[in-house]
């Protein structure tokens, strides 16, 4: 379980106040429904002076001016209509006549045409009630001055104009002059009215097309003051604050007005380096007990070394007196002596011995990392060789027979390397069966490192004791059956951490007979 503190959760950032609330889309939105307000009203009037536009050219085009030219067809039907008959009453030709009858043709169906323009007419009602006196000035004329004159020449021939129908004729035609003079008149004015009112639609019209331009270069300008208020002088004030951070102004604070999200920003950036700030702070006053701490152990070892070197010669120095006065004492009165003081000699002999072999594993112990403990690249045969070579006398008196694959280059040191497969080989040895002893060193590659093993055919390790075994001190069966300090295959184990590895019993071939040991080693080979 890991017990170290969680940290603290960063601290709030201080909330936005005024424009600073507003986020960058916020600005944009509000940006845009200004823009869009402003298009639409735009748009309205452009479309409303289009409409107008529109309808005064379709009133001036399409109904005034064809309506003035049926009146001047009215008018040229009507001013033949008055020669042809004063010539036909004169004459008495059949082609006058003809002539007569074809203007009032002309006459009908100009005013049909007109008719038809009426509806659509601007002052349509006046305009009407003028075509209509028109109409009945014409026929009123042609009642009482032109088809009475046609109807009196097949009797009167030549004599049927006279002057008696002449002031007549000049009554009546007056008034369709003065009729006709009227609708001209009116219509002349609408036609001038439709053109006034063109022009100013057309006038409207690029004005309004100008507003538009003028809106989408304020939306332009805008959005451009928008980016640079709203955006890159927020960023750039930012920027600015945190490289004065990185350049080493820790207590420099951090903070923007606006938008909303750099100023939260800025905020979470702030509390992280008041995070930083305190942490940097924190480490280093952990740094300083650190290095106190470092100190004061160089101290201690050195003082251990010391004990070292007082252990390995004014402690060993006494026990070798012990275990030689005690012998010579045996020899000059072991004739004297009865069983049980010799067996009590015997004792103190071999607690003086032990103590020797306790006092050199430790300090064998104790010197692993510190004394002599220099790396290099070396072949792991010839530490395996020296170790073969100390072992030489046991293997030989045990009947052991070891083998080994062919060993690779490490990085490690030859003397701690020589003590570990001399640790190793002289447990599978100690610890063997009623079979002479077979120990056979392998090793395969594992990535960076070389996996080394050491396996037999001994009394094996209960699983349950694998991780014991490896502490100091831990012995699995008393003295009187198997010697020894408990402290081998603890130095082993420290061995093989120095050099960056880590040993453990393989526990996998259960039903193969005795232990197999493995461990890794850093490789030595150059070229990786």
Not at 395 to 408: K, Y
Not at 485 to 498: F, H, N, P, S
Request: charged fraction near 25%.
């Amino acid at each position: 379980m890991n017990d170290s503190p969680r940290p603290l959760p960063l601290p709030a950032a201080a909330a936005a106040t005024g424009l600073g609330r507003l986020r960058v889309g916020q600005w944009f939105l509000l940006a845009g429904v200004a823009v869009t307000v402003m298009f639409t009203i735009a748009g309205a009037l452009t479309i409303a002076s289009i409409e107008e536009t529109r309808k005064a050219r379709v009133a001036v085009v399409d109904v005034v001016d064809p309506a003035a030219l049926r009146t001047l067809e009215i008018s040229n039907a009507l001013t033949s209509q008055e020669g042809s008959v004063r010539t036909y009453g004169r004459t008495n030709e059949e082609t006058s006549l003809r002539d007569y009858r074809a203007a009032v043709t002309a006459e009908a169906r100009a005013l049909a045409a007109i008719d038809g323009l009426v509806p659509r007419m601007p002052e349509n009602e006046a305009v009407g009630a003028e075509i209509a006196r028109l109409k009945a000035a014409g026929e009123a004329w042609r009642r009482d001055y032109a088809e009475k004159l046609v109807a009196s020449v097949p009797a009167l021939k030549t004599e049927a104009s006279n002057r008696q129908n002449a002031p007549v004729n000049a009554e009546r035609f007056a008034e369709v002059r003065t009729s006709l003079t009227a609708l001209q008149n009116h219509l002349n004015r609408l036609h001038d009215e439709g053109s006034t009112r063109l022009e100013e639609g057309w006038r409207v019209l690029y004005l309004t097309l100008g507003g538009v331009a003028g809106v989408l270069l304020l939306a332009g300008i805008g959005s451009v003051l928008i980016v640079r208020h709203a955006v890159l002088r927020p960023v750039a004030e930012l920027n600015g604050q945190v490289r004065a951070v990185a350049q080493g102004d820790f207590d420099h604070s951090l903070k923007v007005e606006r938008p909303s999200e750099l100023a939260e920003l800025a905020g979470h950036v702030d509390a992280m380096r008041r995070r930083i700030l305190t942490e940097w702070r924190r480490a280093s006053e952990a740094q300083g007990k650190l290095e106190e701490q470092t100190a004061e152990l160089r101290r201690s070892n050195g003082e251990l070394e010391q004990f070292a070197y007082v252990a390995s010669h004014d402690l060993q120095e006494p026990l070798r007196k012990v275990a030689s006065f005690t012998q010579m004492l045996e020899q000059r009165y072991g004739d004297q002596l009865d069983d049980r003081a010799r067996q009590y000699i015997a004792f103190a002999v071999d607690g003086a011995k032990r103590m020797q072999l306790l006092i050199n594993d430790l300090l064998d112990f104790s010197r692993v990392g510190r004394i002599g403990g220099e790396q290099r690249p070396i072949d792991a045969g010839l530490p395996l060789r020296a170790a073969l070579n100390n072992l030489a006398v046991t293997i030989e008196d045990s009947g052991a027979t070891v083998t080994h694959d062919e060993l690779p280059t490490v990085q490690g040191n030859r003397a701690q390397l020589t003590q570990l497969f001399q640790n190793l080989i002289g447990n599978a040895i100690k610890f063997r069966s009623e079979e002479p002893p077979r120990i056979h060193i392998g090793v395969r590659r594992d990535g960076d490192m070389w996996e080394f093993s050491c396996a037999d055919n001994g009394i094996g390790i209960e699983s349950k004791y694998t991780d014991r075994i490896f502490l100091i001190f831990q012995r699995l069966h008393g003295r009187d059956v198997y010697t020894g300090t408990g402290i081998g295959l603890a130095l082993c184990r420290k061995i093989v951490e120095y050099h960056g590895g880590r040993i453990w019993v393989d526990d996998e071939e259960t039903d193969r007979p005795g232990t197999t040991f493995r461990w890794t080693l850093p490789s030595g080979d150059p070229d990786e």
